[in-house]
């Protein structure tokens, strides 16, 4: 009976413990930001880096494993989150080629009057760069949960 009680206890501490963390993440949620699930995703794998890598010395070498793999699927969300994809994919088409567009305010990274075959070009490129930041994550995530098992 003692142990149902403290179990209870204990559970309930850290069902708060949780409600506080996650609070600010599901606030700021928006029905129409899609990244928010990369947000929420960032936040988990953040708590998981530390849950890891509290002991170190005890962690076997299948989690020292796991510790590496979720350090990097952090790297790829931050990209994903924080990644300005039009700006990069201006760069590397004004670097192709130096028709695209007049290209007078690259350095501010604002977007010049295009054509609409350079904003064609821009937007596929812009699209296969954030697909390519995709499939890395979800590649990553998939490596780390057969890991797991």
């Known amino acids: 009976m003692f142990l149902k009680i403290r179990n209870w206890f204990i559970d309930t501490k850290i069902g708060f413990k949780n409600?506080?963390?996650?609070?600010?993440?599901i606030w700021n949620d928006r029905g129409w930001d899609r990244y928010f699930v990369f947000n929420i995703l960032n936040h988990k794998v953040k708590e998981m880096?530390?849950?890891?890598?509290y002991d170190k010395q005890f962690i076997e070498p299948k989690e020292n494993n796991i510790h590496e793999e979720l350090y990097k699927i952090r790297d790829v969300l931050h990209g994903i989150i924080w990644y300005d994809y039009n700006k990069d994919a201006q760069e590397i088409l004004f670097q192709k080629s130096?028709?695209?567009?007049?290209?007078?305010?690259?350095s501010f990274g604002d977007m010049c009057a295009l054509s609409k075959k350079d904003s064609e070009k821009l937007y596929q490129l812009k699209q296969k760069l954030e697909k390519n930041d995709y499939d890395k994550l979800f590649k990553l995530l998939n490596n780390y949960y057969k890991n797991l098992v």
């Open 19 to 25: 409600l506080f963390y996650w609070l600010p993440i």
């Open 98 to 106: 130096l028709s695209f567009g007049d290209m007078c305010a690259l």
């Open 49 to 53: 880096i530390k849950y890891y890598g």
